[in-house]
């Protein structure tokens, strides 16, 4: 669409453009009767619903989500972008930053799901406040290396010989 606004202004030398992110009253009225294209929401379903298939691709990696679970995902987080890239994005963000499936389970319900842009930010501030984020992620980074460092020395069969010691 942008290219063909291009091209019409390269082909008559009087042609302006304006482009502006969000209708303004005060703008529109000084365009006076300017030729208007408005962008409305569904305009942008497709391209929100793309990005958001290509994020639930990442999450399907780290939850192994079923095909028609990853579908119905695209479908609630694209409806309720309603044309924002900014808030399809930031639902994107908080669902790849979950580190369990359970934890993925909890984001996606209904009533957790941010609705708007206010709730999403209110979400991410919830989660920063509470701090659980960084505490299970301390604790599952601390299993693991609780794993690596025993996986690291290799019981002999001679430790088994020694008497254990108790205290």
């Known amino acids: 669409m942008l ?12 042609v302006q453009m304006f482009l ?21 929401p569904f305009h942008l379903e497709k ?3 793309s990005y958001v298939r290509v994020q639930v ?8 989500l079923p ?6 995902i695209v479908t609630e987080i694209t409806m309720r972008a309603h044309g924002m890239f900014l808030l399809a994005r930031l639902i994107m963000d908080n669902l790849l930053d979950q ?6 389970e909890e984001e996606l319900r209904s ?6 842009i206010n709730q ?6 919830f989660r920063m406040q509470k701090g659980e984020h960084s505490t299970r992620r301390w604790e599952i980074s601390k299993l693991g290396l609780d794993i690596l460092t025993m996986i690291k020395r290799p019981i002999k069969n001679m430790k088994y010989k020694q008497p254990f010691l108790s205290a």
């Open 3 to 14: 290219h063909r606004l291009l091209g019409a202004s390269k082909a008559k030398s009087n």
């Open 20 to 40: 502006a992110s969000r209708k303004e009253t005060d703008i529109g009225k000084s365009m006076g009767s300017a030729n208007r294209l408005e962008i409305r």
């Open 47 to 49: 391209d929100i619903s």
């Open 57 to 64: 691709g990442a999450l399907e990696k780290r939850f192994d």
């Open 67 to 72: 095909t028609e679970r990853q579908k119905r």
């Open 99 to 104: 580190i369990c499936h359970e934890d993925l």
């Open 111 to 116: 009533e957790i799901l941010p609705k708007g």
């Open 120 to 125: 999403a930010y209110a979400r991410i501030l």
